[in-house]
């Protein structure tokens, strides 16, 4: 499954927006499958971008079946508050040819971050 930086753009939001923190069982994001949100939430998850409960596998517990999040850590809010500004994020996306999914997180971060230094004179 390819990752899409669209759809962990708008969990983030998502998350972000609540005035709650408790756990969300289901997470639904519009015009998304359930498994590609599922899917998504355990890499966001393992890249450290979200408040989570996993469930891992009643076997092997290193295996994580699912993620239940209801929050952002501090990275997740770092990285939404550097793609949220609209020139920054436009900038991104210019270089990147318009495709988030095909380059490295690592990289998408990096350069938001580097463009938001930039724009703020440092």
């Known amino acids: 499954m390819k990752r899409d930086m669209e759809l962990v753009l708008k ?5 972000e927006e609540r005035n709650e923190i408790s ?20 890499r966001m998850y393992e890249a ?13 517990h ?22 949220r500004n609209q020139t ?10 318009n495709s988030l999914s095909e380059v490295p997180f690592t990289l998408v971060k990096e350069l938001a971050l580097a463009l938001g230094r930039s724009q703020i004179g440092l």
């Open 11 to 15: 969990i983030l939001e998502h998350l």
């Open 23 to 42: 756990v969300i069982e289901n997470l639904e994001i519009a015009g998304y499958d359930e498994r590609i949100v599922s899917y998504h939430l355990r």
């Open 48 to 60: 450290g971008l979200l408040d989570a409960e996993a469930v891992t596998s009643t076997t092997t």
């Open 62 to 83: 290193e295996r994580i079946i699912r993620i239940l999040p209801f929050g952002l850590t501090w990275d997740g809010h770092e990285f939404l508050a550097s793609m």
């Open 88 to 97: 920054v994020a436009k900038k991104v996306r210019e270089r990147l040819g």
